[in-house]
């Protein structure tokens, strides 16, 4: 298993593999798709790729020091265009060197940031697999990003529901006693499977 170390050293490489999966989902969106609901009971298909893409957006203003800001409606026209500008932001971010180390300002408080892009992985790995249920993709995730995303979400379970977001659902949801890990990650994040 990862250390939580090396985790968080890997955490820009695992980011722009979690984006990409996302990616590829956001892209698999059918124009009847996007008014559709998702496991996230808040959000439609379009909101919940605003808030991938916000939540992309906010990683170079968290790790230049400005924190998190309210940004609205961030998609416009092309929605797959703003999702690949706003990674490719947070990704630039997130590999300068010494990034990792410092200390930024979240919604849920001042954290490592080598934790808070672990954050944004489990954001892209969690939210891809709402968007794969919304739109009938395949919802398997990857191994090796839902492993490092089980322990980081083990870890910081009492965090998750902070910040005020209801992304991760108000309470844990309940696995069968056999449940496979993708199952329990999910079941943390208060998904029933």
Same mark, same amino acid.
């Given at each position: ?8 050293? %890997?955490?820009?490489? #695992? #980011?722009?593999?979690?984006? *990409? %999966? ?47 800001? %309210? ?54 790995? *969690? ?12 919802? *398997? ?8 995303? #089980?322990?980081? *979400? ?19 949801? %309940? ?9 329990? #990650? ?8």
């Amino acid at each position: 298993m990862t250390t939580q170390a090396d985790a968080e050293a %890997n955490a820009p490489m #695992y #980011y722009q593999k979690a984006t *990409a %999966n996302a990616r590829r989902l956001v892209a698999g969106v059918n124009p009847d798709q996007w008014d559709g609901s998702t496991p996230c009971a808040d959000w439609n298909v379009k909101q919940l790729v605003n808030h991938m893409v916000s939540g992309a957006l906010n990683v170079a203003s968290i790790m230049g020091g400005d924190g998190p800001q %309210n940004l609205g409606d961030v998609l416009g026209d092309d929605p797959i265009k703003a999702f690949d500008a706003a990674c490719k932001t947070a990704f630039a971010a997130f590999s300068e060197p010494g990034a990792m180390g410092k200390m930024v300002q979240t919604r849920r408080g001042e954290q490592l940031a080598g934790d808070y892009a672990l954050g944004q992985v489990q954001e892209a790995l *969690a939210h891809g697999w709402d968007l794969a249920v919304a739109i009938d993709a395949d919802t *398997a995730m990857d191994a090796e990003l839902m492993d490092v995303s #089980y322990a980081r *979400a083990l870890r910081s379970r009492e965090r998750l529901r902070t910040g005020g977001s209801t992304a991760w659902g108000k309470s844990e949801a %309940n696995p069968p006693e056999n449940a496979d890990t993708q199952t329990k #990650y999910l079941a943390i994040l208060g998904r029933s499977v």
